[in-house]
């Protein structure tokens, strides 16, 4: 049974640029959130999608957008890339309760 | 706010003590705890999950506790190994499905 996966696995991106982040949450599973975790710090909540619609929304800006689709995957997309959205993105799946988390894609902005 | 610390933030210990994580949080109206598995530059693997109306979880060496009412769950590792070494992590759910607000984490070393 695959686990959550998430693509790519690495990314090098420059301020400015627009960039797009994909995660197929596991089998069975229809609730898709996203994490930002910067370097020695917890992850931080950005949103949640359930039934394609974002459910609940973390403190990130609007340059932060996301999408599910009916397969319950979903994508992340940040706009205007700062130096400082430099992190590792994760991305977990779950139903009901309980939370199986990706391997993250690991994003800099130079 | 729900805020949540962890304590110590870092740990080193020779290999085959048992030691113990410690996890506060601010609002004692969650309704579950987890406890994570961080390897560096990794993903998270989910440990134990413990709904707010248990006590404790346990899975092999691992066991989890949860004090709703003084805001703590610690983590007890039994007989640690040079494979436990990792970033330790809590997360408090604030509601059935809903988002999970994260301690900052502890990273263990266990020295053969």
């Known amino acids: 049974d695959a686990g959550v996966t998430q693509s790519p696995t690495h990314l090098i991106k420059t301020r400015g640029q627009q960039v797009t982040l994909r995660c197929s949450p596991k089998?069975?599973?229809?609730?898709v959130s996203w994490y930002q975790q910067a370097l020695g710090q917890g992850p931080q909540f950005i949103f949640q999608?359930?039934?394609?619609?974002?459910?609940q929304r973390g403190n990130f800006p609007d340059r932060f957008s996301g999408h599910q689709f009916p397969n319950y995957s979903s994508e992340l997309n940040v706009n205007a890339l700062l130096l400082g959205d430099s992190a590792l993105y994760l991305c977990?799946?779950?139903?009901?309760?309980?939370?199986?988390f990706g391997s993250g894609t690991r994003l800099t902005v130079v | 706010k729900q805020e949540v610390t962890q304590i110590p933030a870092a740990l080193s210990v020779p290999e085959g003590e048992n030691l113990v994580l410690n996890c506060s949080f601010t609002?004692?109206?969650?309704?579950?705890l987890q406890w994570f598995r961080q390897d560096p530059g990794k993903g998270l693997t989910s440990l134990l999950l413990?709904?707010?109306?248990?006590r404790e979880q346990t899975s092999g060496r691992l066991n989890a506790s949860l004090d709703k009412s003084s805001g703590r769950s610690t983590l007890y590792i039994a007989a640690s190994q040079p494979g436990d070494s990792a970033t330790y992590l809590c997360?408090?759910?604030?509601?059935?499905?809903?988002?999970?607000?994260f301690g900052q984490g502890t990273e263990l070393s266990v020295k053969p």
């Open positions: 999608y359930y039934e394609e619609e974002e459910r």
């Open positions: 089998s069975g599973h229809d609730t």
């Open positions: 413990i709904q707010s109306s248990q």
């Open positions: 977990a799946s779950s139903l009901l309760t309980g939370y199986t």
């Open positions: 609002d004692s109206a969650i309704y579950n």
């Open positions: 997360a408090v759910g604030d509601n059935q499905g809903g988002k999970l607000i």
